[in-house]
């Protein structure tokens, strides 16, 4: 269950780091500009919806006004303060300056202007009304009452008209109030979710970095800071974790070309390397070696055509052998040639053998398909990781080292420079008084039809 859970948060942060950096903070941009264009628009409806509740108020007031003088105009109440001209006017100034005081342009409402413009006018002349009436009548001449109610009455349906289109302007904004909440509720998730893509995708690169620098730390504690095979991982993790895969491709290409033209050196040419660095310690280290390869009981002379007949049958690989006699161990070259053999199985396998004066070569040649990094950089360094190294390269290549033969395992290139395949060259000392009788070629396929009566080892 845990590995599970394991593979699934692997996947789930390779998902998250194929997310663009840009386009997580574009989003992240554009769901916060939202959000304040959203919170803007929304605090501008809820204050213009509030500023014509203001005027509503103040409208049902201002008019509660002309009610009292016509109130007051129908009783014939002539002392009262409701039909003096100073009450009347200061009515027609709170009409007028009722909208400016809530802070609401009418102008901008265009059928409410003309209601509103409508009732000032109406009002005015209602005043007018009032006061010619009154003043009449106050000199004892009788004057009917019907003109001043008719102006009410007029008066009074503007007035209804007004709150009725102020009332649908009202709610219009709070329609566009919800639509302003709704939207700055999804713009702020928008935000609030990139954020976290956003932290999701930092915490990933900061954990890659602390491993990537934990993997180093361990290379250098452990001496394994010079295996080319681990740098070469490690670096490549390192770019890609980063974000930087066309540069990792371009490193990975340029330092497996240099490992892949890399070959393994035989042990007497390292053994003059070293002597030429070390002159002194060298000199009794190559006579050693030199004194051990020559008391070897095991070494003798060997029937090379035969030899390479027997291993190109049990690895089904057409070969190309020429006849021969070798100084050398035929259990030991046999074990070589199997292991670089069931290595190399799965590719086009050809054995050759090829004699050049008091010189032997065995060749063992794989079409489409090649040691890799980790192998080469085996090869190459005795002190190198086995990670990664394939058995049977492990086996040849020991007992290569341990009974000191002179080999060469590199991977081949073909004229544009590309790799075609790999191959293993192991050179050997010839009997010179053999001569060369013929040259044996066969495919995988008619092989034991041929040599069907050679008795192998």
């Known amino acids: 269950m845990n590995e599970i859970q394991s593979v699934f948060k692997e996947e789930n942060m390779k998902k998250l780091q194929t997310i663009a950096l840009e386009k997580i903070l574009l989003f992240c941009g554009f769901s916060l500009a939202l959000t304040v264009i959203g919170f803007w628009e929304f605090q501008s409806n ?8 203001r005027v509503q108020t103040g409208m049902s007031t201002c008019f509660s006004r002309v009610n009292q003088t016509f109130t007051a105009a129908m009783i014939k109440d002539f002392n009262g303060p409701y039909l003096k001209r100073d009450f009347m006017a200061l009515t027609d100034e709170c009409l007028k300056e009722g909208s400016k005081a809530a802070g609401v342009d009418m102008s901008t409402l265009p059928k409410a ?8 006018s109406e009002v005015h002349w209602f005043h007018e009304k009032v006061v010619k009436v009154v003043g009449a009548q106050a000199g004892g001449v009788e004057i009917p009452m019907n003109a001043i109610n008719e102006k009410f009455m007029k008066i009074e349906q503007l007035k209804l008209d007004l709150i009725d289109q102020l009332d649908s302007v009202h709610g219009q904004y709070r329609e566009a109030r919800l639509r302003d909440e709704l939207l700055v509720a999804a713009a702020f998730m928008m935000f609030m979710g990139s954020l976290f893509i956003f932290g999701l995708k930092e915490l990933a690169l900061l954990r890659h970095r602390r491993e990537m620098e934990h993997k180093a730390l361990s290379l250098l504690n452990t001496g394994s800071a010079r295996a080319a095979a681990m740098v070469d991982q490690l670096v490549q993790k390192a770019l890609t974790g980063q974000g930087m895969p066309v540069t990792a491709q371009v490193f990975n290409d340029y330092h497996t070309t240099v490992l892949e033209q890399m070959s393994f050196q035989p042990l007497p040419q390292r053994v003059k390397e070293q002597k030429a660095a070390e002159p002194a310690a060298a000199v009794i280290e190559t006579t050693q070696i030199e004194v051990a390869q020559m008391v070897k009981p095991e070494e003798s002379t060997v029937d090379i055509r035969k030899l390479l007949t027997n291993q190109a049958l049990r690895l089904k690989a057409s070969m190309e052998v020429q006849d021969g006699e070798v100084s050398v161990d035929p259990e ?8 670089f053999g069931q290595r190399l199985v799965f590719g086009d396998l050809k054995l050759n053998g090829v004699r050049s004066a008091d010189r032997y070569e065995v060749k063992l040649q794989a079409t489409n398909l090649c040691f890799n990094v ?17 058995v049977n390269v492990l086996i040849a290549m020991d007992l290569i080292r341990d009974h000191g033969l002179e080999a060469q395992v590199k991977n081949r290139l ?7 395949g790999a191959e293993v060259v192991i050179g050997l000392n010839a009997n010179p008084n053999r001569t060369l009788v013929n040259v044996v070629k066969g495919k995988k396929r008619d092989l034991q039809q041929r040599l069907s009566e050679v008795t192998f080892n």
Request: proline letters at 0%.
């Open 374 to 390: 980790h192998e080469l950089n085996y090869i190459a360094d005795t002190t190198s990781s086995m990670e990664g190294v394939d």
């Open 46 to 53: 809820v204050s213009m919806s509030e500023k014509l509740a």
């Open 332 to 339: 030991v070259l046999a074990q070589v040639i199997q292991a």
């Open 414 to 420: 073909g004229n544009d420079g590309a790799i075609i």
């Open 113 to 120: 202007s003309v209601y509103f413009n409508e009732l000032l």
